[in-house]
């Protein structure tokens, strides 16, 4: 039996995976130290997330009164 070669059950699965489990930290190290920056990307983020969240609320609201 030979050892597994790296590839997509190898190394780069593993980094792949450390990657997405590591987003936000990696994020913060590829993008420099500008804390600033991130901070407002962060808001962004979250502030997209509520206003989602707020339609999926409306959206499930108005089904619920049409039955």
Known sequence: MSKA??????KIAYSDLKR????????????GSDEAAQE???????AKE????EKNVKAATWVKAKL
């Not at 987003?23 to 993008?31: G, R, S």
């Not at 407002?40 to 979250?46: G, H, M, R, W, Y």
């Not at 509520?50 to 969240?53: E, G, I, K």
């Open 5 to 10: 070669q790296p590839g997509i059950s190898g």
């Open 40 to 46: 407002a990307i962060l808001a962004e983020k979250q």
């Open 20 to 31: 997405e489990m590591y987003k936000q930290t990696v994020e913060y190290l590829e993008n």
């Open 50 to 53: 509520v206003a989602l969240r």
